[in-house]
Structures are given as C-alpha cells and as structure tokens.
Nanobody
Framework: EVQLVESGGGLVQPGGSLRLSCAASGFRFSSTEMSWVRQAPGKGLEWVSGITIGGTYTYYADSVKGRFVISRDNAKNTLALQMNSLKTEDSAIYFC??????????????RGQGTQVIVSS
C-alpha cells in the first residue's frame, strides 16, 4: 500500500521559515519523480515544486522560486521542502505527491493527507 505522510506544517509569521517532510512507503520511491502541491482555501490544487528521480534536477513554480528548496533522500525514502521568506499567500495545505508538475495533479497521482501551513502575523 502506498503511503505518504507529511509533517512540519504550522503557524508562522510572514518572512519566516518552515521545513516540510514527507515519509514515503509502499512503492519504489527511488524510481519515482516527486512533487509538492498545495491547496489554498477555496482554490484548486497548485503544483509547487518537483524533483527528478536522483535529485539532480529541481523545478519550482514562479510563485515560490528563490524561496523554496525541494530535496529528497532516497536512502531514507523521504522528501522535504524548505520554505523561506514565507508570504501570506503561501498559506495552504501542502501535499507530497508522486509525479511531475503535470502528473502530480492528476487523479492517478498518490498524495498524502497533507500538512497545513498558515502564514499570518
């Protein structure tokens, strides 16, 4: 059974930082492209960042480029998202997901239960 368990969300002030983690099991993590996607209240899923199988290449939505850093540890089956200089518009539920910027948003993608990030003063 595929399991993705996110953690690390919380309440942070604008300009602050958070580090999200995702523990993966039940599939060949080291052979799977991974992404972070998010959903803000009342909005649809938005792709945030993606990483290739070996971690060589990383990709970011324009809205987070230069502020967020995605990484993975294939030995530990974990995915991470370091979020810096957070803005109120970054508030959302964040999900780790299998796939790239396109497939991670499809119904075929696996996603965890999410972790909530609230950026507020």
């Amino acid at each position: 059974e595929v399991q993705l368990v996110e953690s690390g969300g919380g309440l942070v002030q604008p300009g602050g930082s958070l580090r999200l983690s995702c523990a993966a099991s039940g599939f060949r993590f080291s052979s799977t492209e991974m992404s972070w996607v998010r959903q803000a209240p009342g909005k649809g899923l938005e792709w945030v960042s993606g990483i290739t199988i070996g971690g060589t290449y990383t990709y970011y939505a324009d809205s987070v480029k230069g502020r967020f850093v995605i990484s993975r540890d294939n030995a530990k089956n974990t995915l991470a998202l370091q979020m810096n200089s957070l803005k109120t518009e970054d508030s959302a539920i964040y999900f780790c997901a299998t796939g790239n910027r396109w497939t991670s948003l499809s119904s075929a993608s696996y996603r965890g239960q999410g972790t909530q990030v609230i950026v507020s003063s």
